[in-house]
């Protein structure tokens, strides 16, 4: 094709600083990935800056922003918490569940 660089870069809307630089990659990327997954398998409840912190106590050189890329790009998440059921409080201190008596009572 006999059209420019910069006339091409102008046409699909991306700068020219990208066609140049070559992105690199890290050696230790897939293993790193392959310890942030199963850290995440274990501790279910932990987000993406507890499990850096465990990846940093265990002698992986990392910061969040690394890890949080890697935990986006995996697709993981942090399931939402279950909401506590209602109680009705008594005044002696005891917790008690209020007991259906008929339908759509609670």
Known sequence: MNISERRACRALGQ???TQRKVPRGRDDEEALTADLVALAEK???YGYRKISA???AAGWYVNDKRVE???RREGLKVPA????RGRIWDNDGSCVRLRPEH???V
């Open 43 to 45: 501790y279910g409840r």
């Open 69 to 71: 890329r890697i935990w």
């Open 54 to 56: 465990l990846l940093k």
């Open 103 to 105: 339908r759509n009572h």
């Open 81 to 84: 918490k279950q909401p506590k």
């Open 15 to 17: 700068h020219r600083s």
